[in-house]
């Protein structure tokens, strides 16, 4: 979706801000809201593309004001509603109305499951379409839920640089419609493509895109 | 626009976060003490000291520099350091005359198992909008002033390939031990917002 995460190349936003000595968490509630959020992920009740999305779809001006781990806990109450973990009621009562679910996940649970590959390749044999050093275009594409073709790339040429194998499509999987794999690239753009004649002609912008984005130049 | 020091915005968003970890005690959906593990993980157990543990490998070792450029993967992998948000390792040489930097524009991916959580400013609005477009004035902002026979490259991680910058050794570090090495090599350097600083104060 053109939503306001997709951020690259706008401007606005002011200086990095640097921060020296940071700590981890900045509160003891935004490690609450890492932790809920890693260990309600053992459900397995959504993929990491839904989850991409769910802070997506949040309200821009409330994507805007909000700190990055209150992005997280809006995210993760919606889609714990969506996928019936919590009814509505219960999130605004703060009240279980029945349903205990028995024993959740315990601490060795969770870190096996992040141990263990968390990749998202894809072992399907699926033969490339674009091999390095091939020109390609990127589709002129809009579509209105999860994708990760940002809007600064769309419609510019770039070189295919290497190719990373079969992973998952995330805008599929997203929407729960299937793994879709496909083959993922990194693929290099020129700053001046990107950003016009102004830009330094020797600087380059590297982007990972899915076969699906792309099309012989 | 700063995002997330309001502080009375934050405690309406504490009081959120107990009630929501209660009710979902309640029903038995998270148990607090994974939670209190998971949070004691990410602040004390992972961090950047696992890729400066990489990085100075592979300066004392060219044959494992090889490796970890060839096949990011199975080279960290053989460190032990995989997993959760860098289960796919690409690695990115810094020379004199190439300096690679690394963002994710559309949300926050950031190479957990070797660098830890994200510094808030990588995930922050002005990194994500503004690295794409201008990253040298970007760099500056971090005290790195790069001339302009070197090519800037950045990497906008918008896959579940995840990003470690190899920094450059710097000079007046040929006598130290691997592990000396690895506690020179800063987290900003494997982001790729700055440099190793020579440990004698040159450059």
Redesign the interface.
């Known amino acids: 979706m053109d939503g306001i995460h997709d951020m690259g190349g706008m401007d606005g936003f002011g200086p990095i801000p640097i921060e020296s000595d940071e700590p981890i968490f900045h509160a003891t509630w935004e490690g609450r809201v890492y932790a809920i959020n890693t260990a309600i992920g053992v459900w397995g009740k959504w993929n990491i593309d839904a989850g991409r999305y769910g802070i997506e779809v949040l309200d821009p001006a409330l994507y805007l004001q909000s700190s990055y781990y209150e992005r997280w806990l809006y995210r993760n109450e919606n889609l714990m509603v969506e996928h019936d973990l919590i009814t509505q009621d219960e999130l605004d009562s703060g009240k279980a109305s029945g349903g205990d679910r028995g024993m959740p996940p315990d601490a060795e649970e969770i870190f096996e499951k992040q141990r263990k590959s968390r990749s998202f390749r894809v072992d399907a044999n699926i033969a490339p379409k674009f091999t390095p050093g091939d020109t390609v275009t990127v589709r002129n594409i809009h579509p209105k839920t999860h994708t990760r073709i940002p809007r600064y790339v769309r419609s510019k040429r770039g070189v295919i640089d290497r190719d990373h194998g079969v992973f998952i499509f995330p805008d599929t999987n997203a929407q729960f419609q299937g793994k879709k794999p496909q083959r993922v690239y990194s693929v290099m753009f020129t700053a001046q493509e990107l950003w016009g004649p102004d830009a330094p002609e020797q600087d380059k912008i590297y982007l990972d895109l899915w076969d699906d984005y792309m099309d012989p130049a | 626009?700063?995002?997330?020091?309001d502080h009375s915005h934050?405690s309406d968003?504490?009081l959120?976060?107990?009630?929501?970890?209660?009710?979902?005690?309640?029903?038995?959906?998270?148990?607090p003490?994974?939670?209190?593990?998971?949070?004691d993980?990410?602040?004390n157990k992972v961090g950047p000291r696992n890729g400066a543990k990489v990085v100075a490998r592979a300066w004392m070792d060219p044959e494992f520099k090889k490796y970890l450029l060839e096949d990011g993967t199975a080279a960290i992998g053989s460190l032990g350091y995989?997993?959760?948000?860098g289960?796919?390792m690409?690695v990115l040489e810094n020379t004199e005359k190439v300096h690679n930097v690394t963002v994710c524009?559309?949300?926050?991916c950031y190479p957990w198992p070797v660098l830890?959580?994200p510094?808030?400013?990588f995930?922050?609005?002005?990194?994500?909008?503004?690295l794409?477009?201008e990253?040298?004035v970007?760099l500056q902002?971090?005290g790195l002033k790069l001339d302009?026979?070197?090519?800037?490259?950045?990497?906008?991680?918008?896959?579940?390939?995840r990003y470690l910058v190899l920094p450059e050794r710097p000079a007046g570090t040929d006598n130290m031990s691997e592990e000396e090495l690895a506690d020179i090599v800063t987290r900003n350097s494997m982001i790729g917002t700055e440099k190793v600083a020579s440990p004698s104060g040159g450059v």
Do not use: N
């Not at chain 2, 959120?16 to 309640?26: D, I, Q, W």
């Open positions: 626009m700063s995002e997330g020091h934050l968003t504490e959120r976060v107990r009630a929501l970890e209660s009710l979902l005690t309640e029903k038995g959906l998270v148990d003490d994974a939670l209190d593990a998971i949070v993980h990410y602040e995989l997993g959760s948000q289960a796919d690409v524009t559309l949300c926050s830890g959580l510094p808030a400013w995930k922050s609005f002005p990194y994500r909008a503004r794409v477009k990253p040298r970007v902002e971090f302009d026979d070197i090519e800037v490259r950045v990497w906008d991680s918008t896959a579940e390939l």
